[in-house]
T-cell receptor, first 113, second 116 residues
Framework: TQLLEQSPQFLSIQEGENLTVYCNSSSVFSSLQWYRQEPGEGPVLLVTVVTGGEVKKLKRLTFQFGDARKDSSLHITAAQPGDTGLYLCAGCAPNNAGNMLTFGGGTRLMVKP | DTGVSQDPRHKITKRGQNVTFRCDPI?????LYWYRQTLGQGPEFLTYFQNEAQLEKSRLLSDRFSAERPKGSFSTLEIQRTEQGDSAMYLCASSLAYRGSNQPQHFGDGTRLSIL
């Protein structure tokens, strides 16, 4: 069974601060997605990374896939209250023809104005 | 732009009752997934369909759970004889898979089930 561990579980910061969320596994993933989920809504896809060492940027968000494709990080620069939400990483195992996703437990971020 | 639609959004029922949820995927998507998310956790995979064929079921899907996608479009998830532990958010996602390429999954806003 492939597991994804996210850390920290909770993060409360002031507007303007930087933060990093980690997603780690002992297993290799063929791809990894980051989602953001708000209360009462479904997860919304932010990015997909597929190549070891890949870095993708989405405005103030920077996503990195580890060289061995076992871990990933999400870095937010100058966080804003609108960044508040649950951040989920989800991986797809190699040879997973159905593309079923294994999710981490999530990082709940609160950005205070 | 019509995304993934789930109905109902909320369901409250007494233990032992049967419940059925519906998911309407994005129209051109041939894959449909069901996930379950309990409070404070990430979603867990339950089952998926490619067109009308159910191709994979998680061990989480006990025999009280059944899912169908009769015409390869909408899907239903039924839970029989509900138990307190079934209380969760049930999420549906859809994607397009073709020629070995797997496109990202798009999620609906879920059905929140509460068992009294």
């Amino acid at each position: 069974t492939q597991l994804l561990e996210q850390s920290p579980q909770f993060l409360s910061i002031q507007e303007g601060e930087n933060l990093t969320v980690y997603c780690n596994s002992s297993s290799v993933f063929s791809s990894l997605q980051w989602y953001r989920q708000e209360p009462g809504e479904g997860p919304v896809l932010l990015v997909t990374v597929v190549t070891g060492g890949e870095v993708k940027k989405l405005k103030r968000l920077t996503f990195q896939f580890g060289d061995a494709r076992k871990d990933s990080s999400l870095h937010i620069t100058a966080a804003q209250p609108g960044d508040t939400g649950l951040y989920l990483c989800a991986g797809c195992a190699p040879n997973n023809a159905g593309n079923m996703l294994t999710f981490g437990g999530g990082t709940r971020l609160m950005v205070k104005p | 732009d019509t995304g993934v639609s789930q109905d109902p959004r909320h369901k409250i029922t007494k233990r032992g009752q049967n419940v059925t949820f519906r998911c309407d995927p994005i129209s051109e998507h041939n894959r449909l997934y069901w996930y379950r998310q309990t409070l404070g956790q990430g979603p867990e995979f339950l089952t998926y369909f490619q067109n009308e064929a159910q191709l994979e079921k998680s061990r989480l899907l006990s025999d009280r759970f059944s899912a169908e996608r009769p015409k390869g479009s909408f899907s239903t998830l039924e839970i029989q004889r509900t138990e307190q532990g079934d209380s969760a958010m049930y999420l549906c996602a859809s994607s397009l898979a073709y020629r070995g390429s797997n496109q990202p999954q798009h999620f609906g806003d879920g059905t929140r089930l509460s068992i009294l």
